[in-house]
């Protein structure tokens, strides 16, 4: 039960958080390029038609055959999963517990202290929860980012729960 943080106070929702199953999230970043790359978000139809035409220009020039490369890249992904250093983003899990409309701010509890951000800031939080391909059992089970990457180098450890006050 160590692994469970819980995400209270001023929700509509309580929401459990499980930091060992997001592995398996699509929505996974890697932590060692997240933060230095200068991209800005954009719109999801302009992601979409993005991928789309890759897809496209792929198959124009491999074929629409399933090409050897297709099975090396599946390897190099797995690989990535074993050795690689990923979080998730906050803001999902923020979103479906439906903050009350006078909360203001996140309290992020650890074994220590208590940190307090405006909740605005709280949602772009990045959940760091691997590192090197293996959960942070250590000072874990998640390390907080904030999202400019301020903190990159000494994240807030040894989280225990989040509250919205």
Do not use: C, Q, W
């Given at each position: 039960m160590e692994n469970i943080i819980v995400l209270s106070g001023k929700v509509k929702y309580t929401i459990t958080l499980e930091p060992t199953v997001w592995i398996f999230d699509d929505r996974k970043i890697d932590l060692t390029t997240y933060f230095s790359s200068?991209?800005?978000p954009s719109n999801e139809l302009e992601e979409y038609t993005k991928s789309i035409s890759k897809h496209w220009d792929r198959e124009i020039t491999e074929g629409a055959i399933y090409p050897p490369t297709l099975k090396t890249e599946k390897k190099y992904e797995k690989e990535k999963v074993l050795t690689g250093s990923f979080g998730i983003p906050f803001q999902p899990f923020l979103k479906n517990a439906e903050p009350d409309e006078t909360a203001a701010?996140?309290?992020?509890?650890?074994?220590?202290?208590?940190?307090?951000?405006?909740?605005?800031?709280?949602?772009?939080?990045?959940?760091?929860?691997?590192n090197a391909g293996k959960p942070l059992s250590?000072?874990?089970?998640?390390?907080?980012?904030?999202?400019?990457?301020s903190n990159q180098q000494e994240p807030i450890?040894?989280?225990?729960e989040f509250i919205v006050k």
């Open positions: 200068t991209s800005n701010f996140l309290v992020i509890k650890t074994a220590t202290l208590e940190h307090e951000i405006p909740l605005e800031k709280a949602m772009n939080l990045v959940l760091g929860f691997s250590e000072d874990g089970p998640v390390h907080v980012y904030f999202g400019d990457g450890k040894h989280v225990r």
